[in-house]
């Protein structure tokens, strides 16, 4: 999955079993991403909670190498919806649950995590977030557990 990330293939999927380590794993390409300019991501999930894995390990992550210091804003309430990073130098993180479609027309986005997207609709992406990340050439990033079979 790296490899692939390095190499710059803009759309990137990971299929497992539950606890296989998929968000952990999503967390850590996007994490370096933060530290760049201007660069915007989202962790879009069905709800809230199920957005807060990937942003749990981006935040530890960010305590571990001192950067969430440098942050100008940072959020980590679950129960209120609020988990979001930013920084000074215009990057930023936030989660946005998909169960509220409207709230999805917002920022152009760089990177685009779609946190259990066998739980999402099949119309969010088309209908609501292609537009987000294409308009900058951003890159989606799919680590969910299949619906059935």
Not at 14 to 23: N, V
Not at 49 to 61: A, I, M, Q, R, T
């Amino acid at each position: 999955m790296a490899d692939a990330w390095d190499a710059g293939h803009r759309y990137l999927a990971m299929f497992a079993y539950p606890r296989a380590g998929k968000s952990w794993g999503a967390a850590k390409l996007i994490v370096p991403e933060l530290l760049k300019h201007d660069c915007h991501i989202w962790l879009t999930a069905p709800t809230y909670e199920l957005g807060s894995k990937e942003f749990g390990y981006v935040w530890n992550d960010l305590i571990t190498t001192g950067f969430l210091q440098m942050a100008s804003s940072k959020h980590y309430d679950k129960r209120g919806g609020n988990m979001t990073v930013e920084f000074p130098w215009g990057s930023f993180i936030k989660v946005i649950s998909a169960d509220n479609p409207t709230a999805l027309r917002a920022e152009e986005l760089d990177v685009l995590v779609l946190c259990e997207a066998s739980a999402l609709s099949q119309d969010i992406f088309y209908q609501h977030l292609f537009a987000r990340v294409e308009k900058r050439h951003g890159r989606v990033l799919i680590p969910t557990t299949p619906k059935g079979f």
